[in-house]
């Protein structure tokens, strides 16, 4: 087909959708399909990858096809069409004999424009030809990272995808992803015949989010402490294991927090109602494993909380980055244990395959150096995927003005004795040994511990035997892997990640000159001037409160009539929009992003009357 004009796509993105501009490479990808031309799309969590098939599809004469790998992920986004007047449908299992006839029937009528389907379905025998004889113009496959088995959520069902270009060679596709790592990106290419495909890769950097990494001292309170700053607000808790997931939630219930646990330990039926529940905004907080992640279609998560170290960066990135996906300020904080890093070290160690332990011995370094690094988390978090963080400007800057160690930068302390105290005890076991070890048994020779392995190798023996008695073992880690960062020491991933002094370190040995470090992480939280400070930095924008509350109550009765999630009403920042504008007529609501005609025309009189409510 003709390419439409930018002026039609623009006019279909207000009319539906009620924004009037794209997001970054919304508009470059949508143009590169409509143009008849396969494209792989990585754009963030929050980035708008659903709008780039979905305007589309409303341009087109013929149905769009949405592969996509979960149920109650199909029927949210086709209640939030429904909802902006887009006429869409799913074909799934959850749906009765004379839901799926009465489907079938509007398809071959042409009244659908959008039709998901899951990867299941769509390879039934003789679905392709059927849905070629509907004329399908489009198909956009979501979550394309799980047609990789080096994807974070591969999933074998959709390896059968390569029967697309098989069967509907002429027919453009789209992948999309939130992340997906080069090796994954060759993958979802080859596996979907797209050789030509041009890819767009968006930022990684989601400016409404603040990091913030506390040592994890008294769990339970530091997480009410969050949740003090957001109150009646959705977050997610993560935690490594099902236990804990089920005995947070049980603390929080007993401090009157509306909380549940998710794991992959429940029902399928647990978790369906669970998920349902936080959605609906019955529950306030889920807590959480792994398991709660890709089919989280809620824009307006305030704050996600790591109880429990996560994996590896791209596991934090993928996690956090649930928060905050309509744009307003969002909080994601991360309760540090040196006990999290030594039980994961250990399940590294005791892999029998030498490739995966070098890989995930790197994984959880860099991590690590993250966590307990003192420069600006969204630097180190942007640099790891291979990206500068740029300010609003263009310029390049090491300084977000919103993490933790942007508003309270920890001090530079004399490190001076506890470096030579490691460096000495690195040289002299390897001296004695004749071989290195890893930066944990450094710490138990310093502080005298009496394992095993110090008794058989002799360790106790040494002169640095027990010289560092007078600190914890959380402390001597954390200065052994500054020394990492400050380039004095350095990790050996191709020998077991052991520990071994650099020739930078021998010669700082050797001078004895001073070394200075940051100090460890601290535990307090933000003033409320330096609260204030981070969300004006993350786009926080003034609004009359009282009214926005208003407001959402409104919402919430309107969104219960008709059994939808209140975001599918309007989103929160359309609200503190109506609140900061206090729109008296509907001419004045027409020009507030998120409302479009047929909401306009919906709810547009009962804005207007609830902003007329006086205070």
Request: with cysteine.
């Amino acid at each position: 087909m003709t390419p439409p004009t930018p002026d039609l796509l623009l006019t279909k993105l207000k009319e539906h959708f009620g924004f009037s501009e794209f997001r970054p490479l919304q508009r470059e990808i949508m143009e590169e399909t409509l143009a008849g031309r396969d494209a792989l799309a990585l754009l963030p969590t929050g980035g708008g990858k659903s709008l780039c098939y979905q305007l589309p599809a409303l341009v087109r004469p013929g149905l769009t096809i949405v592969v996509s790998p979960l149920i109650a992920l199909m029927k949210d986004q086709v209640d939030g069409l429904l909802e902006n007047g887009v006429s869409a449908a799913y074909l799934n299992s959850s749906l009765s004999e004379k839901d799926s006839k009465e489907t079938w029937r509007q398809l071959y009528r042409g009244a659908i424009k959008i039709l998901y389907l899951s990867p299941e379905r769509l390879l039934l025998e003789g679905m392709f030809q059927t849905l070629a004889s509907l004329q399908l113009e489009f198909v956009a496959v979501d979550e394309a990272h799980c047609i990789s088995s080096w994807g974070h959520d591969f999933r074998p069902e959709y390896r059968a995808l390569k029967s697309l270009r098989e069967y509907l060679p002429k027919v453009p596709i789209l992948a999309l992803t939130a992340s997906a790592t080069e090796r994954v990106r060759t993958d979802i290419l080859e596996m979907l015949s797209m050789p030509d495909a041009r890819t767009f890769l968006a930022s990684f950097n989601r400016p409404n989010l603040s990091y913030r990494i506390i040592p994890r001292l008294a769990a339970i309170k530091q997480i009410c402490e969050v949740l003090a700053d957001h109150p009646g607000e959705s977050g997610i808790i993560y935690c490594l294991s099902r236990a804990r997931t089920e005995s947070v939630a049980e603390d929080l219930l007993k401090k009157g927090v509306k909380a549940t646990a998710y794991h992959a330990g429940l029902s399928a039926e647990q978790r369906n109602l669970r998920q349902e529940q936080f959605v609906q905004d019955e529950i306030q907080v889920m807590v959480a494993t792994i398991a709660f992640g890709m089919g989280v279609d809620k824009p307006d998560v305030r704050f996600v909380i790591h109880h429990d170290l996560p994996k590896n960066i791209e596991s934090y990135y993928q996690e956090t980055g649930r928060a905050g996906r309509d744009g307003l300020p969002s909080e994601c904080v991360l309760l540090y244990s040196s006990g999290d890093a030594a039980k994961l070290r250990n399940f590294i160690d005791q892999a029998s395959d030498q490739t995966e332990r070098e890989i995930s011995g790197r994984q959880l370094t860099r991590l690590l150096q993250f966590a307990e690094g003192s420069e600006c988390r969204r630097v180190s978090l942007l640099r790891y995927f291979s990206e500068e963080y740029r300010n609003n400007a263009g310029e390049i800057t090491l300084s977000c003005g919103a993490c933790d160690n942007c508003l309270t930068p920890r001090d530079e302390v004399d490190a001076t004795e506890v470096t030579h105290k490691i460096l000495s005890c690195v040289l002299r076991i390897n001296k004695q040994s004749g071989f290195s070890v890893g930066l944990a048994h450094v710490v138990d020779v310093l502080t005298g511990a009496q394992s095993e392995k110090i008794k058989r190798w002799g360790h106790d023996s040494l002169s640095t035997y027990g010289v560092g008695k007078g600190r914890a073992k959380s402390e001597w880690l954390y200065y052994g892997r500054e020394l990492v960062s400050s380039g004095l020491l350095r990790i050996n991933h191709e020998r077991f990640n052991v520990i071994e002094v650099t020739n930078e370190g021998l010669t700082r040995l050797k001078n004895k000159n001073p070394v200075l470090l940051r100090a460890p992480l601290v535990s307090s939280g933000l003033s409320s001037e330096k609260r204030t400070e981070q969300r004006k930095r993350l786009g926080a924008i003034e609004y009359d409160t009282t009214l926005f509350e208003k407001l959402r109550f409104w919402r919430s009765g309107v969104a219960k009539n008709k059994g939808l999630p209140a975001y599918m009403i309007f989103s929160d920042a359309t609200l503190q929009a109506v609140a900061a504008s206090k729109p008296s007529s509907l001419r004045a609501l027409e020009g507030i992003s998120g409302i479009g005609e047929k909401k306009l025309a919906l709810y547009g009189e009962a804005l207007i009357e609830v902003v007329k409510i006086p205070s």
